[in-house]
């Protein structure tokens, strides 16, 4: 083929890799190991826009050249294929979700196919899969059937629990378990029937049932996470959402949550990643305090403090507004207003009580609780900047030490006690209490920070009145989800002795439990969720869970299927394992921070303890891309017009307008195409009046504005990636990717820049072939010159692709073509090493020409070529020679001269001397390799 035809190259090259399966990989114990993962994909309607490939380019590039490299690379994609919005799409079409998720899928794969990625597509997953989720559920199943032994600090089979149980009783199992957990004896233990034990059993497990608080949208009739909660209504349809409690499956998170700490320190993740990590487990050191409630004596309310040296100064309590106390303590006179506020609370979502720091509410019970240090009474309130979920739902207030308790005290008019031997700013008081003494403080009366703490929680814990604890912000994580669309959880439940339904694992030779045919997908009118409609949903005549499993199930072991994709004997096989062991490389986007990765490590770490993987953690080295922006298009509307007009960018400010987005798609170089616009547009009448500029190069044309936004549906400035691969070619797509700048940095999108990409990839072909189709390409030794073009690139693309900065390799490409075409080089020597370089960035149009070249095998099989420095050390200098401080000649010097003999050439150069204009030197001043400057 010696025209460049980019449609031609690349379908021909896709079409070969695809029936030699080029890509495929097997175990390989005579190469390294190396795994390279993109966080992958939920298959939405839309497809993909020209945003979304950025990381997979990345990692394409990396694997392509870590196969180079001699590496036996993992590169494998699948589909996070259960979620909201296909199950959104049944509801308004009666379509089954498989259907919608097939069809998606399907244009995803041809999307992804255009690009040239070198996935392994015979282990492409879908967590949608009954032969993927029989794994999803068989590990809900180990989970079900494991405690966590804060001895071993691990988890552990629960037969070992009933083996301490039966020895020495509750006390005798240091058990990650809820606090209120009753105690027995082993001689209790050992009394109880089977029942009775499989019961307090369920305490323990690492997925157990609990009332919890969650988002519940009445009008889809189903918990939402608080990713799909958008300013206190639902992400899908906009419905209100509430705050309720329910009974929900959870998974015990909080007893990983020091190793989910420490196991940062093994991995190469970004600080900001770490810390947000870091924040959201929360880790505080404090104690636990009980303040009991004034006229109720069988009543406590609990409050874990990081700060319990400022006791003396609590002037009131706080419970959350869904505390279960808050109905007993709440007074007939104050009823009202706190009814009123829970109302108002529980339209709001807890990310938006979390980040309204500035809002100041909250209600008063009527109630007081007592100090235990000093027997003062406290007025209890509630305020939704307490969440329920966190710590014990009460917090203590303290204004002269915390500036939210300052405001809130402030704001109802509430005493402020001080208990600092020094005035300090309200925000320094932490740090003040620490170097100060306290007063009015009781037993800690003139002490110092850490000796009064001290004091306080020997104190708390002789009375019974509380004890020293360590605290987490993280939260055990809710596992159930009112849905369709997800995987079945495989229980069911079957009563007990007095009629109370306990839940039990289905046998697990009945793996998968698969989802079942119903006639609508939604909930049944007694609000019992969509699988409620399920005809014989039930297990040997005992009802099956309604609830499916939440979104992040799937993807939080996602990785190991890749390993050994199409077993159907385990979740992945030993070889597999332990041959890939882990991620070597793994990238996505920010926002799966304090989500996905916090349960993926999670689930990673239990199958540790369980002994069915090798690795602590699985993502060794993380790298977060950045996003690629809209460049969004806009058409200026001018105001109270008789007939709808339009008025050009560089003419509106002389009118009054309406600045209104237009499709990017149908907008070239800023010119709109108005012919498509009216055919798109039903909004702008028949026969739209157009002004076009009336000066300089864009003289009657229409020219659009332009911002630079997040890419959109509903600003127009989506860019559909097959426009672009149809009509510039997947090569020039990928490296112009790349050329946008860092990986890691967002950056515009802006199709007028492509241009210069494509025209790259042409000058390239220009190497091999002539305007006329000539073959140019001699096997003539190459020149010094060319040798240090390409050994530079070799080098610089090296390191560049090492450390992941990919937009200065295609710098060094372009740079490097240039400087092969000015020298006329068409070389096979220098050619076949400059397309080996490329290759993973441009995969077609390398290995299209790797072949015109006479090479038989692909272009993917050979070896990363080295750089030698030899080429790469100059042999001369050109010195610019200033004469006082001004560069008056340039002199070309050998790079190895003396000082001595450059200073005696200088001046015996005729341009130098006519410059001195017969002046006598005072002084020169050589700079090795930089400049020579003649003072006279």
């Known amino acids: 083929m010696s025209e460049f035809n980019h449609r031609e190259i690349e379908k021909k090259w896709q079409q070969v890799w695809e029936e030699n399966q080029t890509y495929k990989v097997e175990i390989d114990h005579t190469k390294p190991k190396y795994y390279v993962l993109d966080m992958f994909p939920y298959p939405s309607g839309a497809g993909l826009h020209v945003g979304h490939p950025l990381g997979y380019i990345a990692t394409d590039i990396y694997s392509r050249y870590k196969r180079l490299k001699g590496f036996n690379v993992l590169h494998p994609m699948g589909f996070d294929s259960f979620g909201l919005p296909a199950e959104q799409y049944a509801i308004q079409t009666g379509q089954h979700p498989a259907i919608t998720t097939e069809n998606n899928i399907t244009t995803y794969i041809s999307q992804l196919k255009k690009i040239g990625f070198c996935y392994d597509w015979s282990r492409e997953v879908r967590t949608s899969d009954a032969k993927y989720y029989k794994?999803?559920?068989?590990?809900?199943?180990?989970?079900?059937?494991?405690?966590?032994?804060?001895?071993?600090?691990?988890?552990?089979?629960?037969?070992?629990?009933?083996?301490?149980?039966?020895?020495?009783?509750?006390?005798?199992?240091?058990?990650?378990?809820?606090?209120?957990?009753?105690?027995?004896?082993?001689?209790?233990?050992?009394?109880?029937?089977?029942?009775?034990?499989?019961?307090?059993?369920?305490?323990?497990?690492?997925?157990?049932?609990?009332e919890a608080v969650v988002n519940f949208c009445p009008a889809l009739g189903m918990v939402l996470s608080n990713d799909e909660v958008k300013d206190g209504v639902s992400e899908r349809g906009g419905y209100p959402v509430i705050q309720k409690k329910m009974q929900q499956w959870m998974m015990r998170i909080t007893a990983y949550a020091d190793r989910l700490i420490t196991g940062l320190d093994l991995v190469d993740w970004s600080d900001s990643l770490k810390e947000q990590q870091r924040n959201w487990i929360g880790r505080s050191v404090g104690a636990m305090v009980k303040f009991g409630v004034e006229?109720?004596?069988?009543?406590?309310?609990?409050?874990?403090?990081?700060?319990?040296?400022?006791?003396?100064?609590?002037?009131?309590?706080?419970?959350?507004?869904?505390?279960?106390?808050?109905?007993?303590?709440?007074?007939?006179?104050?009823?009202?207003?706190?009814?009123?506020?829970?109302?108002?609370?529980?339209?709001?979502?807890?990310?938006?009580?979390?980040?309204?720091?500035?809002?100041?509410?909250?209600?008063?019970?009527?109630?007081?609780?007592?100090?235990?240090?000093?027997?003062?009474?406290v007025p209890i309130w509630i305020a939704d900047y307490v969440l329920a979920g966190y710590g014990t739902g009460a917090v203590m207030g303290v204004p002269s030490g915390d500036q939210r308790d300052w405001n809130f005290a402030t704001h109802f008019n509430l005493p402020i006690i001080q208990i600092l031997d020094s005035q300090a700013d309200i925000e320094n008081q932490a740090d003040a209490t620490k170097e100060g003494k306290y007063i009015n403080s009781g037993m800690i009366n003139g002490l110092e920070y850490k000796e009064a703490t001290s004091k306080l929680i020997t104190w708390l814990e002789e009375k019974g009145m509380g004890k020293g604890k360590v605290n987490y912000r993280l939260r055990d994580a809710v596992f159930a989800r009112q849905r369709y669309w997800g995987e079945p959880v495989p229980v069911f439940f079957k009563n007990d002795?007095?009629?109370?339904?306990?839940?039990?694992?289905?046998?697990?030779?009945?793996?998968?439990?698969?989802?079942?045919?119903?006639?609508?997908?939604?909930?049944?009118?007694?609000?019992?969720?969509p699988l409620g409609r399920a005809e014989g949903w039930n297990y040997n005549g005992n009802p099956y869970e309604l609830s499916t499993m939440p979104g992040w199930a799937g993807s939080?072991?996602?990785?190991?299927?890749?390993?050994?994709?199409?077993?159907?004997?385990?979740?992945?096989?030993?070889?597999?394992?332990?041959?890939?062991?882990?991620?070597d490389l793994y990238l996505g986007g920010t926002e799966h921070a304090t989500g996905h990765l916090l349960y993926s490590r999670f689930w990673n770490k239990f199958l540790k303890d369980r002994g069915y993987v090798p690795q602590e953690e699985y993502a060794m080295k993380l790298i977060n891309q950045g996003m690629i922006m809209g460049r969004s298009s806009f058409v200026y509307r001018v105001k109270d017009s008789e007939k709808v007009t339009f008025v050009s960018y560089g003419l509106k400010d002389k009118y009054d307008t309406t600045k209104l987005h237009v499709d990017v798609n149908i907008v070239e170089n800023d010119v709109l195409d108005i012919d498509k616009f009216k055919a798109t547009r039903n909004d702008i009448g028949d026969n739209?009046?157009?002004?076009?500029?009336?000066?300089?190069?864009?003289?009657?044309?229409?020219?659009?504005?332009?911002?630079?936004?997040?890419?959109?549906?509903?600003?127009?400035?989506?860019?559909?990636?097959?426009?672009?691969?149809?009509?510039?070619?997947?090569?020039?797509?990928?490296?112009y990717e790349m050329f946008l700048g860092p990986l890691t940095e967002s950056k515009p999108w802006d199709t007028r820049g492509i241009e210069g990409t494509y025209r790259f990839v042409r000058k390239l072909w220009r190497l091999f072939f002539d305007q006329n189709g000539k073959y140019l390409v001699v096997d003539a030794e190459p020149t010094k010159d060319e040798l240090k073009s390409l050994h530079k690139t070799i080098k610089k693309v090296n390191e560049d692709i090492e450390a992941f900065s990919f937009n200065t390799s295609v710098s060094s490409f372009m740079i490097c073509v240039n400087e092969l075409s000015d020298l006329k080089c068409h070389k096979k020597a220098i050619l076949e090493q400059l397309l080996i370089i490329l290759s993973p960035y441009?995969?077609?149009?390398?290995?299209?020409?790797?072949?015109?070249?006479?090479?038989?095998?692909?272009?993917?099989?050979?070896?990363?070529?080295?750089?030698?420095?030899?080429?790469?050390?100059?042999?001369?200098?050109?010195?610019?020679?200033?004469?006082?401080?001004?560069?008056?000649?340039?002199?070309?010097?050998?790079?190895?001269?003396?000082?001595?003999?450059?200073?005696?050439?200088?001046?015996?150069?005729?341009?130098?001397?006519?410059?001195?204009?017969?002046?006598?030197?005072?002084?020169?001043?050589?700079?090795?390799?930089?400049?020579?400057?003649?003072?006279?």
């Open 688 to 735: 739209p009046q157009f002004i076009f500029e009336d000066d300089g190069p864009s003289k009657g044309k229409y020219v659009c504005g332009s911002e630079v936004e997040k890419m959109s549906k509903s600003k127009f400035n989506v860019v559909n990636p097959d426009t672009i691969v149809e009509r510039y070619g997947a090569d020039t797509f990928r490296l």
């Open 135 to 210: 794994w999803t559920q068989w590990i809900f199943m180990e989970l079900f059937n494991s405690w966590y032994n804060k001895e071993s600090d691990k988890a552990e089979p629960i037969e070992t629990l009933y083996e301490i149980f039966g020895k020495s009783g509750s006390k005798g199992a240091k058990a990650a378990c809820n606090d209120e957990t009753p105690n027995f004896t082993a001689e209790e233990w050992n009394n109880f029937n089977e029942t009775e034990k499989y019961k307090i059993s369920l305490d323990y497990r690492l997925t157990y049932l609990s």
């Open 842 to 936: 441009a995969p077609h149009v390398t290995e299209e020409l790797w072949n015109v070249l006479g090479n038989t095998d692909s272009i993917t099989a050979q070896s990363f070529p080295s750089h030698e420095e030899k080429y790469l050390v100059e042999d001369s200098f050109e010195y610019p020679i200033q004469i006082n401080g001004k560069v008056r000649a340039t002199l070309n010097f050998p790079a190895d001269m003396s000082k001595e003999e450059i200073e005696k050439q200088v001046l015996a150069n005729e341009l130098v001397i006519k410059w001195l204009d017969g002046a006598s030197p005072k002084k020169i001043i050589v700079v090795p390799k930089r400049i020579v400057n003649v003072v006279i």
């Open 497 to 529: 002795e007095n009629g109370n339904p306990l839940p039990y694992l289905i046998d697990k030779n009945d793996l998968p439990l698969v989802l079942p045919e119903i006639d609508k997908y939604l909930p049944t009118e007694d609000g019992e969720p």
């Open 295 to 377: 006229n109720k004596p069988e009543t406590q309310i609990e409050v874990f403090t990081t700060r319990v040296d400022t006791i003396y100064g609590v002037s009131f309590l706080v419970l959350a507004p869904e505390h279960e106390l808050v109905a007993s303590l709440t007074t007939p006179q104050q009823k009202e207003s706190i009814d009123n506020y829970i109302a108002e609370t529980q339209k709001r979502s807890e990310l938006d009580r979390m980040s309204d720091v500035r809002t100041v509410s909250g209600a008063f019970t009527g109630s007081y609780c007592i100090n235990p240090f000093n027997g003062e009474k």
């Open 556 to 583: 939080s072991w996602y990785w190991f299927r890749y390993m050994d994709a199409n077993n159907d004997q385990e979740f992945a096989s030993k070889e597999a394992i332990d041959y890939w062991q882990n991620v």
